[in-house]
């Protein structure tokens, strides 16, 4: 009987692992850091100097010429949230003076949000605190106080951290930087539990302008608009015409602005900010191959900013965002429907709302029947697809199609009673083993039934809602009422619906308080336009269709709830353009073309090319596969037991990626000798690998990829999807191989099909 042979690659790399781990002792796994497991996450590659991110500066003490101009970068990235960046930049000192301790209490700053890690580098800050000079000893001791776990008490910890600050403040007068981060210190403690309140802005407030008397272009303006936003937005207008420029190669200083201009009802000036950060995001994913979830703040910025399109009539600027969040490619740990910021979660909310809002019913059945907006088995997210199909069949006078939405709220709703029940059950069960009180474990079983028994409500009263328009279609006045009166729509769009039924009066009532006020939105004004129009209310026509007007710059004039305003314009004396040019508030500063920014949406990078010798020593290009896509694996190796773990599981289902169309290539660190070696025992095992391998023993191809740990001179394991035209569509780069095979599949297909050309 033959052996299979990925068992006899899993055989001989055991054997192999084996013997290094005997001549070698402990060592790190490969793909992961030798300085330990806070190393194996964050940023693996080296960058350059950046520039533009913001003119701050606290003098370190480092052997490495460019490490202060890189501790800078940090400095300003760490002030605009940007993360995973500032990170970068702190260990690219680390690899050049691995004794700089401020490199490491930087790493750590950029780990709060994650205190396992942030402790890891603290500690290695605080081993080599001699090196720092007074100055940074106090930001280490500061920091590592924080994240010592003493008290137990979180809140203590925050308030001994306020305290740390004031005393660096207090002992280094002239550190503008202190004072920032004092600032900013003290508004995150003030929302994220366990919470701290600001018993003064203004104190805060004067506290942030000390560091801009020294500096009026300092980041510190970022904390002016956290600090500011929800308490009194106008008092930041001028943080926010200036934070942007204050570091402009970070996107969330330009995302910022949005958050004043929103909340003061600017949305064009807020939408202004927000696609400038959008194009610096996707300009720093193309020249680092990102993929787009990746960066901070990404998804919000630009759900956020295909709402306020849609608060100014843009049709098909917020369609065209969210279809954009949409293709954007997903991954099981940063951009998935359960997470609550990621872009696939938000696409799809948003499309769903915008085909309704701009009303675009035939547009709306047919995504919904599509990719764009698949069906899926899970309630919360399946219940709004559903609800959209049968308003948009509603809508369209379809009988048939609503009927149909009505069947399938019924099978949503035996899905979402199977989940309360095994949620109950299951959590019943774990407080049993737990032995926990009667009481207690009836409480425990309620609230896990929670959110399943929402959604049970949810689809009760959505297919009420469904009956009654089809009760409508069939001429049932009463019926059509009675589900207005606990519509789920937007309230405008609910006064349209009881002009259409000819009830005037609650349609005015409705449509005025939704477009009254300083709320600027143009489709409650649109509709309001249109009550009036109906009502013969003329002066009161004109003046609100002149409040429409006032934010009318971006509106699609073809989407229906705008083009339906033609004759009414006409009427009034307008031309058939109404729209009117936008002209910037004089409190709005400087408004740069942004197009030079970077592209407004997401763009697959240009996959690197190489040409490759397999294990008979023939050459391989990559250029030989353009046409079909192609699934490229990086892998660590014959030495590497995770490597063969993945290899195998692929090599087991290469019959479904070849069904798929979805072809594999395996580069490995291997040389072409080591590679023969290993088709020799595949060979006396049955038959050669499934797929081709590749030698890249110089990991010219690994460092092209960023499937490279630059700092640390090692391979990583790395799995992408080129499309047919070269472009890298999906790609996973981590200490450990990607092994959700059927995951990589299906989100192959996904993005194939939406990336598709022509």
Request: hydrophobic share 40%.
């Amino acid at each position: 009987m033959k052996k299979n042979p990925a068992i006899r690659l899993q055989i001989l790399v055991l054997g192999l692992s084996t013997c290094l781990l005997c001549a070698e002792g402990e060592v790190a796994e490969p793909g992961h850091s030798h300085q330990g497991e806070s190393f194996n996450e964050g940023p693996r590659q080296s960058y350059g100097l950046i520039g533009r991110t913001g003119d701050v500066t606290i003098p370190i003490q480092t052997g490495w010429e460019q490490g202060q101009g890189y501790f800078d970068q940090g400095l300003g990235q760490l002030h605009g949230f940007w993360y995973y960046e500032a990170e970068r930049s702190f260990r690219q000192i680390a690899a050049h003076d691995p004794d700089c301790a401020m490199a490491y209490w930087g790493m750590a700053m950029a780990n709060t949000e994650n205190p396992e890690r942030a402790k890891g580098f603290i500690e290695k800050a605080e081993a080599r605190r001699e090196n720092a000079g007074p100055h940074g000893r106090a930001y280490i001791a500061a920091l590592a106080n924080f994240l010592d776990g003493k008290p137990a008490d979180e809140k203590a910890r925050r308030q001994e951290m306020i305290r740390d600050l004031e005393n660096l403040v207090h002992d280094f007068p002239d550190d503008i930087e202190a004072k920032a981060f004092l600032a900013g210190t003290i508004w995150q403690f003030s929302y994220k539990p366990p919470q701290i309140p600001i018993t003064s802005h203004e104190a805060v407030d004067a506290l942030l302008q000390q560091v801009l008397a020294v500096k009026p272009m300092h980041p510190a303006h970022h904390y002016r608009i956290h600090l500011w936003d929800k308490r009194k937005p106008e008092r930041a207008l001028d943080s926010a015409a200036k934070l942007g420029f204050t570091a402009p190669a970070i996107a969330h200083m330009w995302h910022m602005p949005g958050h004043i201009y929103s909340n003061l009802h600017r949305y064009e000036d807020a939408a202004w900010h927000q696609q400038a950060s959008a194009r610096v995001d996707h300009a720093q994913m193309a020249e680092h191959r990102l993929l787009p979830d990746q960066i901070h703040n990404y998804a919000h910025n630009n759900e956020w900013l295909a709402r306020n399109w849609m608060n100014l009539g843009n049709r098909e600027a917020a369609i065209g965002m969210a279809k954009s969040l949409l293709a954007n490619p997903r991954h099981p740990k940063f951009n998935s429907l359960e997470g609550k910021a990621h872009s696939y979660r938000y696409g799809r909310m948003r499309l769903i709302e915008f085909l309704e809002s701009f009303e675009l019913w035939e547009e709306a059945l047919e995504l919904a029947s599509g990719e764009w907006l698949e069906p899926l088995d899970l309630p919360e997210h399946e219940i709004p697809r559903l609800r959209l199909i049968a308003l948009a069949n509603f809508k369209l006078g379809k009988k048939d199609g609503l009927a149909a939405a009505l069947t399938g709220f019924d099978r949503l709703s035996e899905l979402a009673k199977k989940e309360h029940r095994t949620a109950q059950e299951e959590a019943r069960k774990k407080a049993e083993a737990e032995k926990r009180k009667p009481d207690e474990i009836d409480k425990l079983a309620k609230d896990a039934g929670r959110a399943p028994g929402q959604q049970m409500d949810r689809l009760k009263k959505l297919r009420t809602e469904a009956e009654a328009w089809l009760a409508a279609l069939d001429g049932d006045k009463d019926e059509a009422l009675g589900a207005l009166a606990a519509s789920t729509r937007p309230k405008h769009a609910v006064a349209l619906d009881y002009m259409a039924l000819g009830e005037l009066e609650k349609a005015d009532g409705i449509s005025k308080g939704e477009a009254g006020g300083d709320k600027r939105l143009a489709l409650p004004l649109a509709a309001r336009v249109e009550i009036l129009a109906r009502l013969e209310s003329t002066e009161e026509l004109r003046e609100t269709f002149g409040k429409l007007r006032a934010v009318s710059s971006q509106i699609d004039l073809a989407a229906p709830p705008f083009a339906r305003l033609s004759p009414i314009a006409r009427s009034l004396g307008y031309p058939d353009d109404w729209r009117l040019p936008y002209v910037p508030a004089a409190d709005f500063g400087a408004r740069p073309d942004v197009a030079p920014l970077g592209p407004l949406h997401w763009e697959p990078s240009v996959a690197p090319g190489f040409v490759l010798p397999d294990q008979k020593g023939e050459a391989v290009a990559l250029e030989s596969r353009r046409g079909k896509p192609l699934v490229l694996i990086f892998y660590l190796g014959y030495g590497c037991l995770h490597c063969s773990d993945q290899l195998n599981a692929i090599a087991g289902r290469i019959g479904e990626f070849t069904a798929a169309g979805l072809p594999v290539l395996a580069i490995s660190t291997d040389s072409v000798a080591e590679l023969a070696k290993s088709q020799e025992n595949y060979s006396e095992g049955g038959g050669a690998f499934p797929f081709p391998l590749l030698a890249d023993a110089e990991k010219g191809a690994f460092k092209a990829y960023g499937a490279h740990d630059d700092f640390e001179g090692k391979a990583l394991h790395g799995t992408f999807l080129i499309d047919p035209e070269g472009k890298i569509l999906w790609a996973d780069i981590a200490a450990d191989p990607f092994m959700d095979l059927d995951f990589l599949i299906k989100e192959s297909l996904r993005l194939l099909r939406l990336h598709a050309k022509g």
